[in-house]
């Protein structure tokens, strides 16, 4: 699909609330008040509201159709039902949502209400993701899930019994207490609850958690110390993608697997470049420049040419078939709750020019299992830019990191398990040593 199709946007909506905070984990989420959960969704709801009001004034195309929404955490399952049905009231209030659009709510197994399962339901969620991590209770208990795996499989039962049967289970390979044979027990409950997706991530050790600053300074709290070392992680890693895919679950990205069609149709857009809009705590939007999206959507629409003028006031693009292409708007906000509960302005964002746009086009595209077209690269950005990534990926094709026949590239198998060293040979000298690519 290209990152034109229809001129959709996805809809990513933060929902930082957890019951506990599990000990690797590094994204803005916590524990806190429950009476915190609506003033959290009315701020949420104004974001919603004034989201085209400020695409407008900062120049951005906000597009009025939506086909993948995507409510992430935390545990977007701990709102209340009424908080769901206010918050999608508000999203179909200010978008034209597809009558197909995928819609994907994440959960936490044991913490799914039965009133909110309903509410879901009703809301028009038609996928579930749930954060399992390990089916192994005294693995999951060691890392501060609450769950067990018998919370698990009543929760896949009860998503079904409520129409919702497109699911996700998520599982880490290298949690505390973890032996390549309680990997394959994880492995083994995966595949017999015959979800139609998977996610393998490969634990992080970094500042950001815990877990990962505890193992940097070597303690032992948060049994650092049973973690699996990491060429354990490797081959667990391995094997899962060796399990799934005999399954049926084709690997199509470094994390992901699924069934034929069951692909995240939201998660595929990151990759893609595709834009979307995030609201809440710390959630990310990539929009572009909305003269250039103008002109470059009714283009490809008609398969006319269409004389877009001068844009060099807003863009240091170059000429393609299309027109300029134009900057792409990065925004995020900010992950500290109480600065966004009180409603401050607290967006970072960024304009990218072409040059980093075509860093982004690599190391976004390498991490599917699609890899990147090189022809598509040459249109959108000139050959000029793309000569010199190509030369790149001829040497990491030499050191059996990539395959690249010349027209394709992608990543290897070993070059999967180094990624993000990949990725920063595609970054320019002045950016690969501020910027890390992840």
């Known amino acids: 699909m290209s990152r034109s199709a229809g001129n959709a946007l996805g809809v990513y909506v933060s929902i930082p609330f957890c019951r506990s905070k599990c000990t690797y984990c590094n994204?803005?989420?916590?524990?806190?008040?429950?009476a915190e959960h609506a003033r959290y969704v009315e701020r949420v709801i104004a974001d919603l509201t004034g989201a085209r009001a400020w695409a407008q004034s900062v120049g951005a195309e906000l597009p009025q159709r939506v086909d993948t929404v995507y409510l992430g955490g935390g545990t977007p399952s701990l709102l209340a039902p009424d908080l769901v049905m206010r918050l999608f009231a508000a999203l179909r209030g200010e978008f034209d949502l597809d009558a197909d659009a995928e819609i994907t709510m994440e959960c936490a197994p044991g913490q799914l209400a039965a009133a909110t399962l309903e509410a879901m339901a009703a809301a028009g969620v038609n996928r579930a993701s749930l954060g399992v991590q390990s089916f192994v209770d005294s693995e999951a208990h060691a890392s501060g899930r609450l769950h067990n795996r018998a919370a698990v499989e009543a929760d896949l039962r009860r998503l079904r019994a409520a129409g919702i049967s497109n699911l996700n289970l998520d599982l880490i390979a290298g949690l505390a207490r973890q032996t390549l044979?309680?990997?394959?027990?994880?492995?083994?409950?995966?595949?017999?609850?015959?979800?139609?997706?998977a996610s393998i991530y490969m634990l992080e050790v970094d500042e950001d958690s815990r877990l990962g600053r505890e193992m940097l300074k070597g303690g032992a709290r948060y049994h650092a110390e049973l973690v699996p070392g990491e060429d354990a992680i490797v081959k667990m890693y391995e094997r899962a993608i060796e399990r799934l895919e005999s399954a049926g679950l084709r690997q199509y990205e470094i994390s992901n697997f699924a069934r034929s069609g069951m692909e995240s149709r939201h998660n595929l857009r990151y990759w893609q470049r595709r834009p979307y809009l995030g609201v809440?705590?710390?959630a990310s939007s990539m929009l572009r420049d909305s003269a250039v999206a103008a002109c470059t959507s009714i283009g490809r629409e008609s398969g006319a040419k269409r004389e877009?003028?001068?844009?060099?006031?807003?863009?240091?693009?170059?000429?393609?078939e299309w027109g300029t292409v134009g900057s792409v708007l990065r925004a995020t906000t900010t992950e500290d709750l109480r600065v966004?509960?009180?409603?401050?302005?607290?967006?970072?964002?960024?304009?990218?020019?072409?040059?980093?746009?075509?860093?982004?086009?690599w190391f976004l595209g390498l991490r599917t299992n699609a890899g990147v077209d090189v022809a598509e690269l040459r249109t959108e950005f000139g050959s000029s830019l793309v000569e010199a990534s190509i030369?790149?990926?001829?040497?990491?094709?030499?050191?059996?990191?990539?395959?690249?026949?010349?027209?394709?590239?992608?990543?290897?198998?070993?070059?999967?398990l180094i990624s993000n060293e990949v990725f920063q040979e595609f970054l320019l000298p002045e950016n690969a040593e501020t910027r890390h690519a992840t």
């Open 340 to 361: 966004y509960l009180d409603g401050a302005e607290a967006v970072e964002m960024e304009w990218l020019a072409r040059e980093r746009q075509h860093e982004e086009a």
């Open 391 to 416: 030369r790149t990926a001829k040497r990491l094709a030499e050191d059996e990191l990539l395959i690249f026949d010349g027209e394709r590239a992608r990543l290897t198998a070993r070059g999967r």
């Open 308 to 320: 877009c003028g001068d844009l060099s006031s807003i863009s240091q693009g170059t000429r393609n």
């Open 181 to 197: 044979d309680s990997w394959e027990e994880s492995l083994d409950a995966l595949l017999a609850s015959e979800v139609p997706h």
């Open 27 to 34: 994204f803005a989420s916590g524990v806190y008040p429950v």
């Open 280 to 282: 809440g705590l710390d």
